[in-house]
């Protein structure tokens, strides 16, 4: 039932505010009112929120995957470095799936090296990673013929196709010639009786010598220069250039003369053999990691070794044959005879190998022999050579002696002499003493000036660089 409740305006009085049902209903309207408002600036709040939330949930799940990515081209870059190393079969794109997501690795050949780039896709995050690697051991030729202080001996037409240095004399005889730069260092280094398509440098120059480039000597004496020279003193010479000088006696000159010479005679530097015994330390102990074995004599077929260790002599002869795999040291002597090779395997690629001979510090062990038709031959790729190594010390006698057709090698003798003759044909030559007779030839090649040395097929790899890119 309702009741009614009479107002009575005229008499100015109006109801009680504070009744209590008045009182009731607006306290209710209140509380709705406050619940609404609560609901809403709740529901902006927590939208409000939900969104960085949300997106920030996205973004940790991105990076994740991203990561993933990341690591996947760590992991393939790491596969293809291990194959390189052992030796295993790598093609130059190799493609890897691990749960569900795939890396694609491209290894490609580089100046010195290789270069590999993984591709790392995880749920369609791509990830790139690049590293470079250098092959082995960098070793420098930059002499067609380098020798010490046992100096160089040329005679009966036989050539160097390159540059000559010797820290000690350069003499010639019988037209032998240097087809390029020679060199006689120290202060009273001397070429003799040579002939030198290049330019000259010694303190004497003497022996009906001639010059096809400049001539720079304390002393030029019976010798013939197509360029210009500069020496303190000429005598029965014809100088086809300019002449700077301070005395001369029967020289005919073309050039321009300045007397006295302004210039003062500075005798060429004295320069290390490019191996040192750390390095040939090291090579040594990579081939007792392969194993050590005795002598080794064989006269037909087919054998692969290295790295390995041979104490005492390595015989070959007949159409014996011999596949180098790794670093090889023989304690005793090498020798090679008839139609017996000796070449590197086909995983070397462009790098070279190395096979010693001796001991170090020993004048008895350690001499090399190739004669007849015996050779010594790299993988087959371009700039791949195999270095013969004698440790053998003393010039008394010969720490290697080679002749006839052996190819595409490098000889060196730091502490001993090497004698090359007939039609041998080489590629580098280094001795502490050098001769060169009867026609043999050492021939140059530019790559020798960064020859690469590695420890095995495919092996000696360093990392020159690992980042990532794009």
Not at 402 to 408: P, Y
């Amino acid at each position: 039932m309702i009741k009614k409740i009479n107002i009575n305006w005229e008499s100015g009085q109006a109801p009680r505010l504070d009744s209590p049902r008045l009182r009731s209903g607006q306290a209710g309207q209140a509380m709705m009112v406050a619940t609404i408002l609560f609901l809403v600036v709740s529901l902006t709040i927590i939208f409000g929120l939900a969104g960085p939330i949300i997106k920030q949930q996205k973004m940790a799940s991105q990076l994740v995957v991203s990561r993933q990515s990341y690591f996947l081209s760590e992991a393939g870059v790491e596969d293809v470095i291990y194959r390189l190393k052992t030796g295993l079969s790598v093609s130059s794109t190799e493609v890897l799936s691990l749960l569900g997501s795939t890396v694609t690795v491209v290894t490609t050949d580089a100046l010195g090296g290789k270069k590999i780039v993984a591709t790392g896709d995880v749920k369609e995050a791509i990830r790139k990673v690049e590293v470079n690697l250098i092959l082995g051991t960098g070793i420098a030729f930059h002499y067609g013929v380098q020798v010490g202080q046992g100096g160089l001996e040329m005679s009966n037409s036989s050539k160097i196709i390159g540059n000559a240095y010797s820290s000690g004399n350069i003499i010639g005889t019988n037209s032998a010639r240097i087809q390029g730069t020679a060199i006689a260092s120290g202060p009273t280094g001397i070429i003799d009786g040579m002939d030198i398509d290049g330019d000259a440098w010694s303190h004497t120059i003497r022996g009906i010598s001639t010059v096809g480039g400049k001539a720079t000597h304390a002393v030029l004496q019976n010798t013939t220069v197509t360029g210009n020279v500069i020496a303190d003193s000429i005598s029965n010479c014809a100088i086809g250039g300019t002449a700077k000088y301070d005395t001369r006696t029967s020289c005919t000159i073309t050039g321009a003369v300045t007397t006295p010479n302004p210039a003062v005679f500075v005798p060429a530097d004295i320069l290390p053999l490019p191996i040192s015994e750390a390095q040939i330390d090291i090579w040594e102990a990579e081939a007792v990691g392969g194993g050590i074995l005795g002598s080794q004599t064989w006269s037909s077929g087919t054998r692969s070794m290295g790295p390995k260790k041979i104490n005492g002599n390595l015989d070959m002869s007949g159409n014996a044959e011999l596949v180098i795999t790794g670093t090889l040291w023989v304690t005793g002597d090498i020798k090679l005879s008839n139609t017996s090779k000796i070449r590197l395997d086909v995983g070397y690629g462009s790098s070279s190998g190395v096979v010693i001979a001796g001991i170090d510090e020993s004048a008895t062990t350690g001499y090399i022999e190739i004669a007849n038709s015996a050779q010594v031959l790299g993988s087959g790729s371009a700039g791949s050579y195999i270095m013969l190594l004698s440790q053998k010390e003393g010039i008394g006698s010969d720490a290697i002696k080679t002749s006839n057709s052996s190819v595409t090698a490098i000889l060196y003798a730091g502490e001993g002499q090497i004698e090359i003759s007939n039609s041998a044909a080489l590629k580098e030559v280094t001795a502490y003493k050098l001769e060169i007779n009867n026609s043999a030839t050492v021939t140059y090649e530019s790559g020798l000036a960064n020859n690469n040395f590695s420890s095995g097929p495919g092996g000696g790899y360093d990392i020159l660089s690992w980042k990532e890119i794009e």
